[in-house]
């Protein structure tokens, strides 16, 4: 098929003015850092409250109650009961403790997509969903797969550094310190202190949780469509569209506890009370802190396990 790309040396073919595209791209990636603004604002309290609960800070008692069975349980605090005790201590300000590192790293990361997907364009391949054509199919969501790994990669340790910003800003609640604030003040700190390190500290989990996760969600959502959901079916499209995102919640959990270690080694070691004994062991890496985990989560079930132990449930 010609194209105008392809008529680039003929004087009569007619071309796209490159500035319209360019401005029409810069103008769509200017709405998407906009967008992804607002809602990493909207959903930052959230995550704060769950970085403070993944380092280990419980502020609040836990409370006795009873389960719909009458056996006896404590229920840990949840996120409005956190949310309240945080506004309690620093302010409704103190809601958005490091947001600025994750704005800018949630605008980085869309430049940077936007950028790799120019230099680096998604081969071309006829969409196949006929069981006929599984191996046709199948290497198109390899191919697919291979493509967005390369740009969330990239992308992840283009932001990283500011993920362990955000991360160290919000974990220094715990101990009430104050080294952690502007951004470039932040970025001193660090270099200062740990060199070019300590801006990838615990990149390596994140890096591969976010990898498992894509292939997982990628290749089972392929399989169950192709196995699982008839093309007879009158709403086979629309079930299709939804396995991906169903996929997704359930593959989270099994990526979580990278991305659990991920935090923790942004943490650790890093001069703030959150990150060393008592509250936290120190650990040389991450395979450390994972075997650490490991054995905790062993412990607990242990300890369940045992008549008279009154279980945490985390609501």
């Known amino acids: 098929m010609v194209t105008p790309e392809n008529l680039s040396g003929e004087t009569?073919?007619?071309?796209?003015?490159?500035?319209?595209?360019?401005?029409?791209?810069?103008?769509?990636?200017?709405?998407?850092?906009?967008?992804?603004?607002?809602?990493?604002?909207?959903?930052?309290?959230?995550?704060?409250?769950?970085?403070?609960?993944?380092?280990?800070?419980?502020?609040?008692?836990p409370t006795v109650g009873t389960t719909m069975f009458?056996?006896?349980?404590?229920?840990?605090?949840?996120?409005?009961?956190?949310?309240?005790?945080?506004?309690?201590?620093?302010?409704?300000?103190?809601?958005?403790?490091?947001?600025?590192?994750?704005?800018?790293?949630?605008?980085?990361?869309t430049m940077v997509r936007s950028?790799?997907?120019?230099?680096?364009?998604?081969?071309?391949?006829?969409?196949?969903?006929?069981?006929?054509?599984?191996?046709?199919?199948?290497?198109?969501v390899v191919k697919e797969t291979s493509h967005e790994m390369v740009i969330q990669c990239l992308s992840r340790i283009a932001t990283h550094p500011f993920h362990v910003i955000s991360v160290r800003c919000m974990a220094q609640f715990v101990g009430r310190e104050i080294k952690y604030r502007g951004l470039f003040s932040c970025i001193a700190n660090i270099f200062k202190e740990e060199g070019v390190?300590?801006?990838?500290?615990g990149v390596v989990p994140h890096v591969l949780g976010e990898v498992i996760f894509l292939w997982c969600c990628n290749l089972l959502a392929h399989f169950i469509n192709t196995y699982a959901v008839d093309n007879n079916f009158s709403q086979a499209p629309a079930v299709r569209s939804y396995t991906k995102f169903v996929m997704g919640i359930a593959v989270s959990v099994?990526?979580?506890?990278?991305?659990?270690?991920?935090?923790?080694?942004a943490v650790n070691n890093c001069g703030l009370v959150a990150g060393v004994p008592p509250n936290s062991p120190i650990f040389k890496s991450w395979l450390r802190c994972w075997a650490h985990l490991s054995h905790e989560v062993q412990s607990t079930?242990?300890?369940?396990?045992?008549?008279?132990?009154?279980?945490?449930?985390?609501?």
């Open 12 to 61: 009569g073919a007619q071309r796209e003015p490159k500035f319209d595209r360019d401005t029409s791209t810069t103008a769509v990636d200017t709405a998407i850092v906009l967008l992804g603004a607002g809602v990493t604002a909207i959903t930052h309290p959230l995550l704060y409250v769950k970085l403070l609960i993944q380092i280990g800070h419980e502020p609040l008692t």
């Open 70 to 109: 009458g056996r006896n349980v404590l229920y840990l605090p949840g996120f409005f009961s956190y949310a309240q005790h945080i506004i309690r201590v620093d302010g409704k300000r103190g809601l958005f403790r490091g947001l600025s590192p994750r704005i800018m790293s949630s605008a980085i990361s």
């Open 115 to 140: 950028k790799v997907k120019q230099a680096i364009p998604a081969e071309q391949v006829e969409n196949v969903s006929n069981r006929d054509d599984l191996k046709t199919s199948l290497r198109k």
């Open 197 to 201: 390190g300590g801006f990838f500290a």
């Open 254 to 265: 099994l990526t979580y506890p990278f991305m659990l270690v991920a935090d923790l080694m």
């Open 301 to 315: 079930y242990v300890e369940q396990m045992e008549p008279t132990h009154m279980c945490c449930i985390c609501v």
